[in-house]
């Protein structure tokens, strides 16, 4: 049996690597896995695959992925069969991970195409969560990647109202727009400030969402922050921002920023604003499965993993127009 995996082997190369599979020696605690799908986080991947967070090769990266259960360990708590999400897996045919990093998936019906989009999503949803938003609160997303339009979402579910969506791309205003914005606009359209004041009654945005990755973007942000607002910072800018004029923008309105990294959870025990990445995950599926968040438009390509070169070669480009692309490697391993 081959084990495929797709690697950035140099600074904006990638190629599909195999090597002979050997049974894994589980610990207690860990699930041998056969993978059916990932999915690919265009931001964070292009950023490792062009070197931007650090010079080590090779890389192997990856966010999501449903896979199902070969065999686990005594404690694991998995039986196999079992069909399961698993987060910060790596595009590959077969994954040895811990018995923490997995969420088992309920529904049988739920397609894996569906699911897999539920570990971005949690991603999105504690970027809402960590504001501690009341119902009809006001709320902005500031970029509609696939994080962004998913807190557009969770936002429209939580009651928060107007919800404002802001990108450059067209294209992702219409799907905010689906995901429930009541209102899009472009970062750069004229008299916005005044437009955003306006749906919001003159106060400014209650709670704003920043998923851009722009170290400047913050600065765009306290303009249109309401009073005794707060700021996630959800997106990851890995770089600083210059010049806040923190007494007059933060200081005085009583505005709040809250670092709002994935990472930033209890491991364990939820509380308020800030739950465990696997009940956030858990909540996902459930509400994919009811209907209540639907992922077929984010789609853009269902891809065989054969084809990783050209589609991180776009995504290496920037192209706006990539957002979901899914490697099926199902598929692949039955060729």
């Known amino acids: 049996m081959k084990r495929y995996s797709i690697a950035f082997t140099a600074p904006g190369r990638v190629e599909l690597e195999s090597c002979d599979l050997t049974e894994p020696e589980l610990k207690r605690d860990e699930v041998f896995l056969e993978t059916e799908c990932t999915l690919v986080s265009p931001g964070t991947e292009r950023a490792c695959l062009l070197g931007l967070t650090d010079g080590e090769f090779p890389k192997y990266l990856g966010y999501s992925a449903v896979a199902r259960v070969l065999r686990a360990g005594e404690e694991a708590g998995f ?3 079992e069909r399961v999400l698993v987060y910060h897996s790596i595009h590959s045919t077969h994954l040895v991970k811990q018995a923490r990093d997995l969420v088992r998936i309920e529904d049988d019906a739920l397609p894996a195409h569906v699911a897999v989009f539920a570990v971005i999503a949690s991603m999105g949803l504690q970027g809402v969560r960590k504001a501690r938003p009341e119902f009809g609160e006001s709320l902005a997303v500031m970029g509609l990647g696939l994080l962004g339009l998913f807190a557009v979402r969770c936002a ?107 990472m930033a959870r209890p491991l364990h025990d939820n509380r308020p604003g800030y739950w465990t990445m696997r009940e956030d995950m858990a909540l996902l599926l459930r509400l994919f499965s009811a209907g209540r968040i639907r992922t077929e438009s984010l789609v853009d390509k269902v891809a065989s993993p054969a084809d990783a070169p050209l589609i991180f070669e776009r995504i290496a480009r920037g192209d706006p127009e990539l957002l979901g692309v899914i490697f099926d490697w199902k598929n692949f391993l039955k060729k």
Do not use: M, W
Not at 208 to 234: H, K, M, Q, S
Not at 236 to 259: L, N, Q
């Open 79 to 81: 039986q196999a069969g």
């Open 156 to 262: 429209y579910l939580d009651g928060l109202f107007p919800v404002i969506a802001l990108d450059f791309n067209e294209r992702r205003r219409k799907l905010a727009l689906e995901f429930g914005a009541d209102a899009v606009f472009s970062p750069d359209e004229p008299e916005l400030l005044e437009r955003i004041r306006h749906l919001t009654r003159g106060n400014g945005v209650d709670v704003v969402v920043e998923v851009t990755g722009n170290p400047e973007a913050l600065n765009e942000a306290l303009d249109f922050t309401a009073p005794y607002g707060r700021i996630t910072l959800t997106g990851c800018s890995r770089t600083p921002t210059h010049e806040i004029d923190f007494y007059h923008k933060v200081h005085r309105p009583g505005i709040s920023i809250i670092g709002a990294h994935n």
